[in-house]
């Protein structure tokens, strides 16, 4: 009964917030056609501020014990900067606070008395308005501060565009979680503002948030009351300072966390002391859908906002309070504010000069360095932040060679930062040689692999690589390091490509994701599954075909591949590069032509890779017989990474080694006669292709196998599609040696001459300038 009660109850509040959301939309769409011609009033010129002082000011209500052990911290950072004050407001205490300022910090602080308490907003505006300085800093009246801690902050405004500089928070005791840094981050997700503070060590320097938090953080007092202050809106308290900050944003001006300027938060304050926290939940979830409904202008968002908040309500009456779902209660009480809310939206809307989406572009850090970095026209040594969603080292998978032999070159010719994903913690240390060759890198363990969507638009392969941290990290390392190229490796990366300016976003295809999966369907005979790769495919087709006119340039593995994306994509003619990055360094394969384990053959792939896994049992079922009716004595080796257990391969594989993974695949592409790759689905370049040309072993491929390499039968391998086909290849070059090597010869000589890495990597950085040039002139 109580379950049909709860659903009964969350389609009333639903049906009736539907209602609501709708009456409010029309209202502000309407308020937004009556005011319109406010919109265009041309902004006041920006000015520095003086930052020689500031004026610290400190609202109280009640909190005498809370100035009696924190305020002397305060007035020994002030006295160090002469011109420097400290103010308390007083919000209409009755605990004796300001009796206790005036006897104990007579001369050392001002007391502004209030007769009545004006909450958060109102008693810090009142401080504002009779401070005497440019830099307001802005402190709870529970915060300790370090004496050293103002000089940071005033250097922080280093331009007229800087609005505030946030100090960076800790708790005195270090065993306690860290709620608040400082570092705000805020992002739009499902119909509301998400907000967050950062925790993270590696911020050595000024570095762009969403908001300064309003109890410890430093302000231009000019461009506050341009702002219009703490809005009254959002009383009694909390995300004032968020309001603030996007307002900011909005206006074109700067939001900064100085990580030098520390503060201690002893306490949680007096709000949380002085009210229950069913109330101030219900405060928050009313400011939340004021601050929506005020500061969003872009209508797409806005009206998922409005449809989110069907389904927010009708949840939170179905199961109960959430702090991500707004309530019943909370949009009441929001929409009692309505009126008011609607002449703050005008005034917001009339002092904005960037849009909503930029907003929360611009305080984040690679888009901040993109849009207010000082950024040289031609830059004499690139830096490139290269990403890379898989292991790289060492190189077990043709990917894996194609990236660790790109870092290896551009290592040498540019400023290189990596960040790598890994699949677990003991493949770090591997990679920690990787810190020789980069100036730094980074490493995301992959978290558990997630269930698929199969009722998502977006393909399950780039929903796996959607993470917070490894977005969060890509802004941080491209601000912090001056990062002028993205290079993003797989079509899953792409997802993190920022619409910049003037930094440029390189995605390397390394196969055409939907291609690949188009070629893998005839081989799936589960009616099921094959539903599901059907899915999958239309998936990735509208995917890729949205994400890769996104990118600055495309790079692709061979000429097949730029033709085949054109030609959904002509518009991208120009923009994809298939001569710089399905190479291999020549040098490090001795070339030997002779001189082999006579009658054997090698097939080379991870058996993690569903197409090497076809192929093999292609080769097997259909191709291996037959060589073995010619050349009974034949021996097939098998090695790559992941294999199967050798107990599990049947019994009718005649003449089969398993060997395996190897640590290094060259000692095998020199020992054995001939090397195949019965590739049947899949896209882009085999890489064990172009180190089997490189090492000098004859090689037998299909078609597809031998994509973007090699076209003409017998020039640089054997091409077959049909097992007979294959099979007679294999066997005139085990038959015929002298034929395998000038075979072999020619496909070196291509190598060397068109595949080689460092020849590649050295074109590939000549592009990245050309790229910058070119963008940073426009």
């Known amino acids: 009964m109580g379950k049909l009660f709860r659903l009964l109850k969350a389609i009333l509040f639903a049906a009736v917030t539907l209602f609501v959301a709708a009456f409010v939309a029309v209202i502000v769409a309407l308020w937004d056609l009556l005011t319109a011609a406010f919109w265009s009033k041309k902004p006041p010129a920006d000015t520095m501020p003086n930052r020689t002082a500031a004026s610290f000011v400190i609202p109280n209500w009640n909190g005498k014990d809370l100035l009696q052990m924190y305020l002397p911290s305060v007035v020994e950072a002030a006295s160090k900067h002469p011109g420097s004050e400290v103010i308390v407001v007083d919000n209409g205490s009755t605990d004796g606070s300001a009796a206790f300022v005036e006897e104990h910090f007579a001369g050392k602080v001002r007391l502004l008395a209030l007769p009545q308490n004006l909450g958060f907003g109102g008693g810090s505006n009142a401080g504002f308005a009779a401070a005497r300085n440019d830099i ?34 800790f708790f005195s005791d270090p065993n306690k979680k860290r709620e608040e840094t400082g570092l705000t981050n805020g992002w739009w997700s499902n119909g509301h503002l998400r907000v967050k503070h950062v925790i993270d060590t590696g911020i050595e320097q000024v570095y762009p948030c969403y908001y300064g938090g309003g109890g410890s953080c430093a302000f231009d007092k000019r461009k506050f009351f341009e702002l219009g202050g703490f809005d009254h809106l959002l009383r009694p308290f909390y995300l004032e300072d968020t309001d603030l900050g996007h307002m900011a944003w909005k206006r074109g001006w700067k939001v900064l966390y100085q990580p030098k300027s520390i503060v201690f938060h002893e306490h949680r304050g007096t709000i949380g002391k002085n009210f229950s926290d069913a109330y101030i939940q219900g405060v928050l979830k009313k400011n939340f859908l004021l601050y929506t409904w005020k500061n969003i202008h872009e209508w797409r968002k806005l009206g998922e906002h409005f449809l989110y908040l069907v389904t927010d309500v009708g949840l939170s009456a179905a199961f109960g309070h959430s702090a991500e779902r707004v309530n019943m209660r909370g949009l009441l009480r929001a929409v009692a504010q309505l009126p008011e809310c609607l002449s703050a939206r005008a005034r917001a809307k009339s002092l904005a000069v960037v849009n909503d989406t930029e907003v929360f572009r611009r305080q984040t850090g690679a888009y901040f360095r993109d849009r207010f970095g000082d950024l040289p026209s031609n830059p004499e040594r690139l830096s490139v932040l290269f990403v890379a969603p898989y292991p790289v080292y060492p190189p077990i998978h043709g990917g894996a060679v194609f990236m660790y032999q790109t870092i290896r070159e551009l290592s040498r010719l540019c400023d290189l930062h990596l960040i790598i994903m890994l699949d677990w913690e003991w493949e770090l240390d591997a990679h920690q040689s990787l810190r020789e060759l980069a100036k730094s890198v980074e490493f995301i363990i992959r978290p558990p692999a997630k269930q698929k969507r199969l009722g998502s638009t977006i393909p399950h392969a780039v929903y796996e690589f959607e993470n917070p941290d490894l977005e969060y990290l890509i802004q941080r390392q491209t601000y912090v390091h ?32 939907f291609q690949s999966i188009a070629r893998g369907l005839p081989f799936v005979k589960n009616p099921f599954k094959r539903i599901q790769h059907t899915w999958e495919y239309l998936r990735a087709l509208r995917y890729e075909l949205t994400l890769l006119p996104k990118m600055h340039r495309v790079q692709v593995c061979s000429v097949d591949n730029r033709t085949y994306v054109e030609s959904f994509l002509p518009e991208m003619r120009g923009r994809i590069d298939d001569q710089y990055r399905a190479g291999v360094d020549t040098s490090r394969y001795d070339f030997k032509p002779d001189g082999r384990d006579p009658d054997t053959v090698l097939f080379l792939g991870s058996f993690r890779h569903t197409p090497n896994v076809e192929a093999l049992d292609w080769f097997i079922q259909h191709v291996w017989n037959r060589i073995l009716a010619k050349r009974p004595g034949a021996q097939l080796v098998l090695i790559g990474s992941d294999p199967p257990p050798k107990h599990s391969l049947s019994p009718e594989w005649k003449n089969v080694e398993l060997i395996g993974f190897v640590d290094d695949v060259r000692t095998p592409l020199a020992q054995y006669s001939v090397f195949i790759c019965p590739i049947l689905s899949g896209s882009g370049v085999r890489v064990k292709l172009l180190e089997g040309f490189a090492a000098g072993i004859p090689t037998v491929s299909t078609t597809v ?49 068109h595949r080689d890495m460092r020849r590649m990597t050295e074109r590939l950085v000549e592009c990245y300038k050309h790229e910058v040039q070119q963008a940073r002139r426009r």
Request: glycine share 6%; with cysteine.
């Open 705 to 753: 196998g031998a994509e973007g390499l090699a076209a003409k039968d017998g020039e640089l391998c054997g091409l077959a599609d049909d097992p007979q086909g294959f099979a007679d290849w294999v066997v005139r070059l085990l038959e015929n040696p002298q034929e395998a090597a000038e075979m072999a010869q020619r496909a070196r000589a291509y190598v060397e001459e």
């Open 136 to 169: 307001v800093v802005l402190l709870n009246s529970d915060m300790r501060v370090e004496p050293d801690m103002l000089q940071p902050l005033l250097d922080g405004f280093t331009d007229e565009k800087v609005f505030a500089v946030s100090c960076q928070i």
């Open 482 to 513: 001056n990062v002028d190229v993205l290079q993003l490796e797989y079509t899953v990366l792409g997802q993190y490509a920022g619409d910049f300016a003037r930094l440029r976003c390189i995605l390397f295809e390394h196969d055409v994701y």
